[in-house]
T-cell receptor, first 114, second 109 residues
């Protein structure tokens, strides 16, 4: 089992560019989510999915889109990158998006927007 | 809304015991969990408490008091490899998991 994988590991974008952060899991988890982590801010939920074809917004969804066409994949799209989106992005999967179930995190994507 | 408070930094000596506190305010509470994150790494799950009391897993224990909206993570027999950030997280309502801002633990020889 690879667990949760994310690509790329590092990315530099110019303001206004768009890109997609990839996330895949091989644990057959229904729940997947995206977090961003900024210094001193902890992890904040961007979007989540409770299964293929179903997505919803988290705490900080503006500027991001998601889709879930398969159980395995949950890409995060930045529509028009802004410096405020410079952050570390983590994808996670779990049996359910609930604190009682372990969230398995990917290794993260470190994004810099100039 | 939700809020979680943790100390930003804690320093402890190798071999000692350290307690990391977490107080929370949330509308609707299901449980409190703890995650560890080493520098440059991903968060990893440590423990979960839904009911009042102490849960023990090896050198790590976690405590919850629902009436006080308070929990803590207890690390015993500290090792240098325990130097990391520790986050508490609460589930508030359906599909909403909120993390605290983290406590950076430094273990010194």
């Amino acid at each position: 089992n690879a667990g949760v994988t994310q690509t790329p590991k590092f990315q530099v974008l110019k303001t206004g560019q768009s890109m997609t952060l990839q996330c895949a899991q091989d644990m057959n988890h229904e729940y997947m989510s995206w977090y961003r982590q900024d210094p001193g801010m902890g992890l904040r939920l961007i979007h989540y999915s409770v299964g293929a074809g179903i997505t919803d917004q988290g705490e900080v969804p503006n500027g991001y889109n998601v889709s879930r066409s398969t159980t395995e994949d949950f890409p995060l799209r930045l529509l028009s990158a802004a410096p405020s989106q410079t952050s570390v992005y983590f994808c996670a999967s779990s049996y359910e998006l609930a604190s009682r179930y372990e969230q398995y995190f990917g290794p993260g994507t470190r994004l810099t927007v100039t | 809304g939700q809020s979680l408070e943790q100390p930003s930094e804690v320093t402890a000596v190798e071999g000692a015991i350290v307690q990391i506190n977490c107080t929370y305010q949330t509308s609707g509470f299901y449980g409190l969990s703890w995650y560890q994150q080493h520098d440059g790494g991903a968060p990893t799950f440590l423990s979960y408490n839904a009911l009042d009391g102490l849960e023990e897993t090896g050198r790590f224990s976690s405590f919850l008091s629902r009436s006080d909206s308070y929990g803590y993570l207890l690390l015993q027999e500290l090792q240098m490899k325990d130097s990391a950030s520790y986050f508490c997280a609460v589930e508030s309502g359906a599909n909403n998991l909120f993390f605290g801002t983290g406590t950076r633990l430094t273990v010194i020889p």
